[in-house]
């Protein structure tokens, strides 16, 4: 509940005039502008926060048990802020000090000219949240990704992985992994393979397996996609962590049950794997020898290891060079294709998972959970994933918007595949003078602004109305 004094603004101390010397003139700097933001980009996150309808489905979702008339912030306002924060960089709720009297941002978030809410409000805000509440949300976020689908979408493409988030503190269920050799969170998530989307974020205790919960998460995601696009495709891509017993069981059964439900995963190396590739790996070795060119050899084969029911197809692929060989193995249902296509256009893309899971962890700060409660950080990991949405639809809008005829620069191409932190730096971190009379709200952006006409472009494309 909000008290009157975390209403106000922070007090704004009287900023000193530095004086500086270039070139022998006098310069005076000074930080005392009051209606000029650094991050007008925050404009075009409302613009297609509208658009996607994130913030304010996802804020009626949440119970506000405070007393209304003691209430200065919504919850829409909070989520809003909250939300926009972390993907304008700003992923710690101390930001909010600062930031709720930034103009550019009461804007966005609907509160033109009134203060938003502070870091303490902030806090709350994410711990309110209960357990009934976060799965509502998270399903929630999963359906949102299933309902912008295309029915008729012929294949889908699953790239679930794990990750680290490490923790310092007394936060609950945080325990020390061996494998990353500290106290870490350990997140599951999975990626539309072929977009980058999101499609869900689970936190998990610090001890787990990679794929503990994966089967679950899987079946419930694949049921649901069926229900959506009936006649897709839907493979399941992940490294050898996945290549579990339970879970490619669990899959090839809901591929009996629904069709076109198929995996490939990584397969660790072990003694046996390596003896049935001998042959490969002896031809491989010897045509390096005669030829002295590098060697790269694909085969299938048959194998079972002592925990699975029945024998599974495994591509395996051997590379020989000047550094030895490099043997590596993937398991899979499709086998109705060449080893190499399997290796190098079905199983070697999943790599670019990699890069999905660098922009929602470092581009978006989604391994700063740093609250107590394990519900409160899971909460946290979420709106981290509603940020992840917006910046992922803002790069996919600029991947749309083609450059005007005099302009031949290529930084728009780039844009449109470049990481969000990239995105952020180059076109939402601008200055921008936010005037307001009775009429209309006057954002003015700088004339050397060097991607203008891109903020333009893409102003345009997602329609006038901010609020």
């Known amino acids: 509940m909000n008290t009157e004094n975390e209403t106000r603004a922070p007090t704004i101390h009287c900023t000193p005039r530095i004086d500086l010397a270039i070139e022998g003139r006098r310069v005076e700097l000074a930080c005392d502008v009051p209606s000029l ?14 658009r996607l309808g994130l913030t304010a489905y996802f804020a009626s979702l949440l119970q506000d048990d405070r007393d209304p008339e003691r209430v200065r912030h919504t919850r829409l306002e909070q989520m809003r802020q909250r939300v926009y924060q972390i993907a304008l960089g700003y992923q710690d709720c101390n930001d909010g000090d600062w930031l709720r009297t930034d103009p550019a941002l009461q804007l966005a978030c609907g509160s033109e000219g009134k203060v938003l809410s502070s870091q ?51 936060q609950q269920l945080s325990f020390f992994h061996g494998f990353y050799d500290q106290h870490i969170y350990h997140p599951l998530l999975v990626f539309d393979g072929e977009s980058g989307a999101l499609i869900t974020a689970l936190l998990r205790s610090g001890r787990v397996h990679a794929a503990k919960g994966a089967a679950t998460v899987l079946t419930r995601l694949i049921r649901k996609l069926r229900r959506r696009c009936p006649h897709a495709a839907i493979v399941v891509r992940g490294d050898s962590a996945f290549a579990m017993p339970k879970l490619m069981l669990r899959l090839e059964q809901l591929g009996a049950e629904l069709g076109d439900v198929d995996y490939v995963l990584g397969l660790a190396k072990n003694t046996r794997l390596l003896k049935f590739a001998d042959p490969l790996r002896a031809a491989a070795a010897e045509q390096f020898a005669d030829r002295g060119r590098f060697v790269r050899r694909f085969t299938w084969l048959s194998y079972a290891a002592k925990t699975w029911p029945v024998d599974r197809h495994v591509v395996a692929k051997v590379e020989h060079g000047s550094q030895g060989e490099n043997p590596r193995f993937v398991v899979t249902t499709l086998c109705e294709f060449p080893p190499e296509m399997i290796y190098d256009i079905a199983y070697c893309p999943r790599g670019q998972s990699e890069n999905f899971i660098k ?3 470092n581009a978006i700060g989604a391994d700063r959970l740093s609250c107590h409660r394990f519900v409160a950080n899971a909460f946290r990991l979420l709106l981290h994933a509603f940020a992840y ?41 601008v200055a921008a003078l936010v005037t307001s009379s009775v009429r209309r709200v006057l954002v003015r952006l700088p004339k050397a602004f060097p991607l203008a006409a891109i903020f333009l472009a893409v102003a345009s494309k997602l329609g006038p109305d901010i609020v």
Request: without cysteine.
């Open 389 to 429: 949405r917006l910046m992922h639809a803002l790069r996919a809008t600029l991947a749309e918007v083609a450059p005007e005829p005099e302009d031949v620069s290529t930084d728009r191409i780039r844009l449109g595949v470049a990481q969000m932190d990239r995105i952020r730096l180059r076109l939402l971190k």
């Open 120 to 170: 303490p409000t902030l806090s709350r805000f994410e711990n309110a949240t209960t357990g009934r509440e976060l799965n509502r949300l998270w399903h929630a976020y999963e359906q949102q990704y299933f309902d912008s689908l295309a029915p008729e979408t012929t294949l889908v493409v699953l790239d679930i992985d794990s990750t680290d988030d490490p923790t310092h503190g007394d």
């Open 359 to 361: 922009d929602y962890k």
């Open 37 to 50: 933001s650094s991050d007008g980009g925050v404009l075009l996150l409302r613009q297609l926060d509208e």
